[in-house]
């Protein structure tokens, strides 16, 4: 059984930046949402993920662990997507550029 998505990509950010705060920014949620996801996903597993110190996180043994597996399984996924896109021939080119110049 999977834990929920948004579980993991809270804890993903928070454990790249070892700070819930920067993940909340990152994922456009608050810090009380990413703390909220964290615990769901400790509660989950059964274990703790995180060491909460006075204003600061650091990550178990466990959670490191988890952190590598994780990152591992969202590049891969991030893998088969690009290449399934590319074969499909709907590789996205983003462009961005002034509004006065697009206007003249």
């Known amino acids: 059984m999977l834990p929920p998505l948004s579980s993991l990509r809270a804890f993903e950010a928070a454990a790249r930046h070892l700070s ?7 994922l456009f949620v608050t ?5 909220r996801q964290i615990r769901l ?7 703790q993920l995180f060491e909460r110190k006075h204003r600061a996180v650091v990550l178990t043994a466990e959670g490191e662990r988890y952190r590598r597996d994780v990152t591992g399984a969202f590049s891969q996924v991030d893998i088969a997507t690009r290449r399934l896109r590319r074969k499909q021939g709907r590789e996205v080119l ?7 110049f697009t206007m003249r």
């Open 20 to 26: 819930f705060t920067k993940a909340a920014e990152e």
């Open 31 to 35: 810090q009380s949402a990413v703390s």
């Open 41 to 47: 996903l400790e509660e989950f597993l059964d274990l």
């Open 94 to 100: 983003n462009i961005q550029t002034y509004t006065t």
